[in-house]
């Protein structure tokens, strides 16, 4: 079993047998005959009708959605891992959504699908009341500059869209990097969900479920992790009122740049090294 590398987030030439390596970690899952490749990309979403789950996938399972899943790290990682679930992973840049269905298709992972959409739109138009297992979110954008404020997706609203598509007994997995927006995410998730801090890295993928949390790992930042179960006590009228009264995510993210001149944060891309080796 040959092994490739790449310093960058788009895949190499790869042939059967390999593994693939992103940044010095493997991406899950090994590459396959081109016969046994299948076709990952959902490449028109329905004009006015949610998706039909059990059409796409060929079979009743448990459903995982990955919003913002970037190149599709953490989404290909748990296809592999459990075959017995169907993924649906989603991103609103097309570069990165080919990256990750390259990929997919190249492990021949059936159970899994990837589409170019927001979070908003997905979950507004696509999915069903009580449709999915699991929703994940890593490295929301926190639009640092305040200005940009208001274009942050994790608002009491989309909490309340969250906590509809999710099944009795579904769960939300959140990550980030930013502190202001942690604080935030955890003064408003334990309102509407079973609200849990997580300490350490997800056991299942050490190294990172994100290309953004490899690089945040690699130059020692602090990364925040949490679980939410579905508060099954809410009815819809309580679930209104409650994110009614939850503020907005009008929080200043510190040492960020605005319209007051005031610094841009201090996160930087990791510097590549072209002759770096994976071991």
Not at 56 to 85: H, L, M
Not at 101 to 123: E, H, I, K, P, Y
Not at 173 to 197: A, N, P, T
Request: hydrophobic letters at 35%.
């Amino acid at each position: 079993m040959s092994k490739r590398h790449e310093n960058n987030s788009a895949p190499t030439e790869l042939i059967p047998g390999d593994i693939e390596y992103e940044m010095g970690i493997p991406i899950p899952g090994i590459i396959l005959e081109k016969e046994r490749w299948v076709q990952t990309a959902i490449k028109k979403l329905p004009e006015n009708s949610p998706l039909d789950f059990k059409a796409i996938f060929g079979r009743d399972a448990p459903i995982a959605i990955d919003i913002g899943c970037g190149n599709g790290r953490f989404a290909i990682s748990s296809a592999v891992r459990r075959p017995d679930w169907d993924h649906v992973a989603f991103d609103i840049l097309p570069a990165v959504i080919r990256y990750g269905t390259r990929r997919g298709n190249q492990r021949g992972l059936s159970n899994l699908r990837f589409a170019v959409c927001d979070g908003w739109r997905f979950l507004e138009s696509y999915l069903p009341a009580e449709s999915v297992q699991e929703i994940h979110i890593y490295h929301p954008q926190p639009f640092a500059d305040r200005m940009q404020s208001s274009r942050r997706m994790l608002t009491p609203d989309f909490l309340g869209l969250m906590h509809r598509c999710l099944k009795s007994d579904g769960q939300v997995f959140l990550q980030s990097d930013q502190r202001d927006y942690w604080d935030y995410i955890c003064g408003i998730m334990g309102r509407v969900f079973e609200w849990e801090e997580v300490k350490g890295r997800w056991p299942e993928d050490e190294h990172g479920r994100s290309r953004r949390e490899v690089l945040s790992i690699e130059q020692g930042l602090p990364i925040f992790r949490g679980t939410g179960k579905k508060r099954a006590d809410l009815t819809t009228e309580a679930l209104q009122t409650l994110i009614a009264d939850l503020p907005q995510p009008k929080f200043r993210v510190e040492g960020a740049g605005d319209s007051g001149g005031h610094k841009r944060s201090q996160w930087k891309p990791m510097r590549r090294d072209r002759n770096r080796r994976n071991t």
